[in-house]
């Protein structure tokens, strides 16, 4: 890291405020009226699944994920959030998915940005995530894995550092494309896709954390990602 972007990380870690985590029930049901056996759905990650950026849990990434995948599938979903605001895939690893003690028809793991914010390294990411989906494929019948969130775009963040970080990410998620090719699991590279992360409405109030737009059109773009291969598989 070159020396402006390190003076900027260090700014970024002591005037950066972020978003706590929502009140709300981490769990519920969408579309409980509609007919069919329910969609049970387990998301597991960083602040993004603790929805961090919103005012209450229901505004959050899984819920509108759950949303999506209910109108898609014509049937009921039935979430779960298991996250925590500064997770990396070690704590994923160690301390969230060990939580999910149901058997899930699908998960979702989605973490990485913390991971680079500490400059974990690659060597470290990919035991990691490897023993996260040796844990998640005995938790869920299928197992979709987010790569890093478009962390090089927050406005929270100097131009060197965002810089580094995207030169980061690119490296974080060619890894995650390999071992996820390896286990069988599906992958999206949702760092290079167009989620309006370029809107400022897209940001929440800490600059950093989407806001219920933001997780909205996540959400949406998922369900276009996945929508062929979930409406056969599931």
């Known amino acids: 890291m ?21 009140q709300g029930e981490r769990h519920g049901v969408v579309n409980a009226a509609a ?18 950026g919103v005012e209450d849990q229901s505004e959050g990434f899984t819920p509108a994920m759950a949303s999506v995948f209910s109108d898609m599938l ?33 998960m979702v793991l ?5 991971d680079l914010m500490a400059r974990r390294t690659i060597a470290q990411w990919r035991d990691d995530l490897s023993a996260s989906l040796d844990l998640a494929k005995d938790r869920a019948d299928h197992v979709v894995v987010f790569s890093a969130a478009q962390l090089y775009r927050s406005p929270s963040l100097g131009k060197s550092l965002r810089h580094v970080i995207e030169g980061m990410t690119d490296e974080q998620t ?26 400022d409405r897209f940001y929440a109030h800490d600059r950093f954390h989407p806001s219920v737009y933001g ?7 998922v369900g276009q990602l996945l929508g062929g291969w979930m409406t056969s598989e599931l």
């Open 215 to 221: 997780y909205q059109c996540m959400a949406e773009r």
């Open 2 to 22: 070159n020396i402006v972007a390190a003076a900027e990380a260090l700014w970024a870690q002591h005037t950066i405020h972020l978003d706590p985590e929502p």
């Open 74 to 106: 014509d049937r009921p979903v039935d979430w779960r959030a298991v996250g925590k605001l500064g997770a990396t895939m070690r704590r994923v690893r160690y301390r969230l998915l060990p939580q999910v003690d149901d058997h899930a028809d699908l």
């Open 174 to 199: 060619q890894a995650s494309r390999e071992i996820c090719e390896r286990y069988g699991v599906r992958f999206l590279d949702m760092t290079h896709e167009d989620v309006h992360a370029d809107r």
């Open 35 to 52: 007919d069919g056996e329910a969609l049970s759905f387990v998301a597991v990650g960083d602040s993004m699944i603790a929805g961090c």
């Open 110 to 114: 989605c973490a990485g940005s913390n």
